[in-house]
């Protein structure tokens, strides 16, 4: 009796300890969402990172996760693995000193109730290690895209004791918190785009799990904005602000689908997304390059009009990456080298308006950056220059008729040789703007002689006798 007094007391000892201890582990236990969770719900957040440098953005990341998931970051993978192990060992130590009694069978009971319970904290803590794995890569992450390598972040799953698939998710929510944080600003940043292109390979992410996160974050932002992206009062600022949201939204979603190698791939994204905000293809497409556009033409601008160094190559590349058509970029490069030569030629000075040699050959160097046809190039420099040696044709004609002979003929026709050198335009141009010169002058007089004799011929019927 006194022996199963001893084993009573001992045991109710073990089961308040029992109790007791989850209360310690539950220290492994998240403070925050899951992580398959954390990453959608952090775009609906106030505070979520508004960042958009991913060193920011995964520090934030990084400052949310639990006290255990950080330690098993810092010490390691495998010294959680060993501490797990040694887990079971020292509780089962504690419960058998703990059970006070002479016998070792009844030691043995406290050492096994213990030891169980060992077992469950070295299961949590185990479950806590391969959840840890994400922790770390963020960590790496947190270094800098540029800092970072694929293979070291690949790395990560055997360390940290991870199968393929669970890794894979877990990267593809640390893209999709990333992704998250460039929605809460409706400021379009290249950066933006250039990072998530670099954290896709970086994480070793398919054109399908890209899909799938991009969609994901298309249905937060369609949730967090619902009332305004279908409000018909687009100038309330919050309808605007939406609008805007989604405008970079389906931006930076086209050019992520655009790396799809697979054209069925690309369509059954863009069809994804396009459903979910109720856009035909058309309107998406716009869209897109409505938002890529005012980036390309500032390109245009600093390579052509600010002279910054720049090959028709890095303009293609930069081109493709945003995803301008070649209509819309012929367009944009029409009209930015008619401003280049309008700035050399300054129509404004009228009559002292010119192209210098060096005017020509940078005109020359820019149509080659551009990649435009000579005949088109020609044709834009003409629009400008034409109306000025009209000009001069009109004034020579005048001077011409003043003079009432033709003595003063050739030195107005050397004046006009003069301009059509200065102006650089081509003996056809100069011959066709004189035929039209010669023609505007002759309706001119033609119509004052007109006028002339209608004049004339109503005097001469009022002065008539009338007839018997």
């Known amino acids: 009796d006194r022996h199963l007094r001893e084993a009573r007391s001992g045991m109710a000892r073990v089961l308040a300890f029992i109790v007791l201890c989850p209360a310690a582990l539950g220290a492994f236990a998240p403070a925050s969402a899951p992580a398959s969770r954390r990453a959608v719900a952090s775009a609906a957040s106030p505070l979520a990172p508004r960042m958009v440098a991913a060193q920011d953005v995964y520090e934030a990341y990084l400052q949310q996760e639990t ?65 840890a794995a994400s922790t770390a890569a963020a960590a790496l992450l947190k270094r800098g895209l540029s800092a970072v390598t694929a293979d070291e972040i690949a790395s990560l799953a055997p360390a940290f004791g991870v199968d393929k698939p669970r890794y894979q998710k877990q990267l593809s929510e640390l893209f999709l918190y990333y992704l998250s944080a460039c929605l809460e600003g409706k400021q379009v940043l290249p950066a933006e785009l250039s990072e998530l292109l670099q954290l896709k390979e970086l994480l070793g992410m398919s054109a399908a799990q890209v899909g799938n996160q991009v969609y994901a974050a ?199 040789a003069t301009r059509q050198q200065q102006l650089g335009m081509g003996a056809d141009a100069a011959a066709e703007a004189l035929r039209g010169a010669v023609r505007g002058s002759a309706a001119e007089k033609l119509g004052e002689a007109c006028k002339a004799l209608r004049v004339q011929d109503s005097a001469g019927a009022g002065s008539s006798p009338r007839p018997p």
């Open 218 to 416: 298309g249905r937060a932002l369609y949730s967090r904005h619902r009332a305004y992206l279908e409000s018909d009062v687009e100038s309330e600022p919050l309808a605007a602000d939406a609008q805007a949201l989604l405008s970079k939204y389906i931006f930076l979603a086209e050019r992520l689908f655009a790396k799809d190698e697979s054209e069925e791939g690309y369509r059954y994204e863009s069809l994804r997304a396009q459903r979910l905000f109720g856009l035909s293809p058309a309107d998406w497409s716009d869209r897109a390059e409505a938002v890529a556009v005012p980036f390309y033409a500032g390109t245009l601008d600093k390579a052509v009009l600010q002279a910054v160094p720049a090959t028709a190559a890095q303009l293609g590349g930069m081109r493709d990456s945003l995803g301008v058509s070649e209509a819309t970029a012929a367009q944009l490069h029409r009209d930015i080298f008619a401003k280049k030569a309008s700035a050399l030629l300054s129509p404004d000075l009228g009559s002292a308006a010119a192209l210098t040699p060096e005017d020509r050959a940078a005109l020359d160097g820019v149509t080659e950056l551009l990649g435009l046809g000579q005949p088109e190039a020609t044709e834009v420099v003409a629009e400008l220059t034409a109306p000025l040696y009209a000009q001069s044709l009109s004034e020579a004609l005048g001077a011409l008729d003043a003079a009432g002979d033709a003595a003063g003929c050739a030195p107005l026709v050397s004046g006009l």
């Open 67 to 131: 006290p255990v998931r950080q330690k098993i970051k810092d010490l390691g993978p495998a010294a959680a693995k060993g501490g797990s192990t040694a887990l079971v060992a020292a509780a089962a130590a504690v419960g058998y000193v703990l059970m006070p009694s002479s016998r070792i069978a009844v030691n043995a009971v406290g050492a096994a109730a213990t030891g169980a319970l060992g077992l469950v904290g070295r299961k949590k803590i185990d479950e806590e290690r391969r959840e």
